[in-house]
């Protein structure tokens, strides 16, 4: 019975499964073809999961923070015909001014010449190309002033092959600024942007004529903002990698809301041609050149009279400045607003009326924006705390800085140099109230830069001008020295560690 009981219920059993997987195969043969990987999928989904669990874990891939590349065109064809090409002929040079004696000299040769009237040769006049770009409809137009400088000529060609003859309003050799003028009205005029506002990575674009083609479109990205170039001290440059190449020269830097942020001015190059870094002129710094040049014909900027340094992170460290950052003062003029002031070497400057100085080379743009005889309120890191101090600004005249010289004593131990005290003939003959100056160098001060022939002014902010003094500075100041020198008439820190 039992075993009959288990066979019938086996046959009922297979019975069973066998209508299920018959009305399944119907189910699925009645469905839509796409239905069938539907129901696999979900099928899947409702069953136990056998893949490992770090496989269902995994994040999906963040999303592209560049999405493509900026298509230019619209900006050009709205934009472009803001911007100008200029022409220029110089002034005609006789060849006594080349040096080839026909000029006005006293050397025997002119004076032969000139008691015999031999015709003077004159040299044909030079030609120069560059850009520009329309900043009013009625014919303002900004370009370089190494452009225009000395010109007798400019000729201004727009992109509808109009020319004009251009007069040069002004020219500012300082910041690289010239502004011209033409007759012509309804001309378009650009837009301007805040440089203020500008990311290294964000994409421009330069229009210009480089080697007189005219109207050329080249782009790049911002490399680097507020870089300071030698000898150029109230520039705060945009670098950028858009082509640049002569006759870019005095052209628009555009952003990609069409607006101008700077005045290409500059390359960085050993073969002349471009090298993949360029420097434009800020815009905010060439409008207020512009506002200076149009209401009065010339640019005045102010000076406080003061020597400034990059804060390294061992000099701020030194100082107790966290994070590194201002100015450092290396020197004061006499009798400067700065003096006035009461600012001294070793206290740092981090703001000019609250407007933050980042690096040495914000400061003396900063300044030098300011209109002379303006109160400015300076923000200083003084005695390892923070200050404001008023100071009033006065013209800055073109004439060279002058500094001080400086003597020494003898041995400074762990610092590394030797030095000795300078004679009362030594300090006249060097124009110096230093009395210590530096002899031989080794240990810390050699890894530092230290030189023989430096004049040792001060440690840490504290004058020192005996051995004595150098000594107990250099023990005060625990492991890092932040030494004040003087060296080929310019005062700097330099740091020196030691130990």
Do not use: C
């Not at 900006?75 to 026909?102: F, R, T, W």
């Not at 050397?107 to 329309?134: K, N």
């Not at 009625?138 to 007798?152: M, R």
Request: charged residues 20%.
């Amino acid at each position: 019975m039992g075993s009959i009981r288990t066979w019938s219920l086996a046959v009922v059993a297979g019975v069973f499964v066998a209508v299920v997987a018959h009305q399944r195969s119907n189910a699925l043969a009645d469905a839509p073809e796409q239905d069938h990987s539907t129901s696999f999928v979900k099928t899947l989904a409702a069953e136990p999961s056998y893949a490992p669990a770090a496989a269902a874990a995994t994040p999906a891939p963040p999303a592209a923070r560049v999405t493509g590349l900026p298509d230019f065109s619209d900006l050009v064809a709205e934009d472009g015909p803001s911007v100008v090409n200029i022409s220029v002929v110089e002034k005609a040079q006789h060849a006594g001014d080349m040096g080839l004696g026909q000029g006005g000299g006293d050397d025997p040769l002119s004076q032969f010449f000139r008691h015999y009237q031999m015709p003077q040769q004159q040299m044909p006049p030079s030609r120069g190309i560059g850009s520009g770009f329309i900043v009013t409809s009625d014919g303002y137009i900004l370009t370089n002033a190494h452009v225009v400088s000395g010109a007798a000529e400019v000729t201004v060609k727009l992109t509808n092959r109009r020319e004009y003859s251009a007069k040069v309003i002004g020219v500012d050799k300082r910041s690289d600024v010239a502004l011209i003028k033409i007759s012509a009205t309804g001309l378009p005029a650009v837009h301007f942007g805040d440089p203020t506002k500008l990311r290294p990575g964000q994409w421009v674009i330069a229009i210009g004529s480089p080697f007189g083609f005219e109207n050329s479109v080249t782009a790049g990205v911002i490399s680097a903002t507020a870089r300071s170039l030698p000898d150029e001290n109230y520039v705060p440059f945009i670098q950028t990698d858009a082509a640049v190449n002569p006759g870019n020269s005095g052209g628009p830097l555009f952003n990609l809301q069409g607006q101008v942020i700077g005045i290409n001015s500059q390359i960085y190059s050993r073969t002349g041609g471009y090298m993949g870094m360029s420097f434009a002129i800020p815009i905010d710094i060439a409008m207020n050149v512009e506002h200076q040049l149009m209401t009065t014909g010339k640019v005045e900027r102010s000076r406080i009279g003061v020597a400034v340094q990059e804060v390294t992170g061992q000099l701020a460290q030194t100082f107790g400045l966290n994070p590194p950052r201002g100015a450092l003062i290396s020197a004061v003029e006499p009798k400067s607003p700065g003096e006035a002031a009461g600012l001294k070497p070793g206290d740092v400057i981090t703001s000019v009326n609250g407007q933050s100085v980042d690096r040495s080379s914000d400061l003396p743009a900063m300044i030098a924006a300011l209109p002379p005889g303006t109160e400015a309120t300076l923000g200083l890191w003084h005695d390892r705390k923070p200050v404001n101090v008023p100071v009033k600004t006065v013209r800055l005249e073109d004439t060279p800085e002058q500094s001080a010289r400086n003597d020494a004593s003898s041995d400074s131990g762990k610092l590394g140099i030797a030095v000795r005290a300078l004679e009362p003939e030594e300090q006249r003959q060097l124009h110096t109230k230093g009395r210590l100056v530096v002899e031989d160098v080794s240990g810390p001060a050699l890894a530092a830069g230290l030189q023989a022939g430096d004049v040792v002014l001060g440690v840490n902010g504290a004058g020192v001008s005996t051995v004595a003094e150098l000594k107990r500075e250099v023990e005060r100041a625990g492991h890092s020295v932040a030494l004040l020198i003087q060296r080929e008439g310019a005062q700097i820190y330099v740091p020196v560690d030691v130990g």
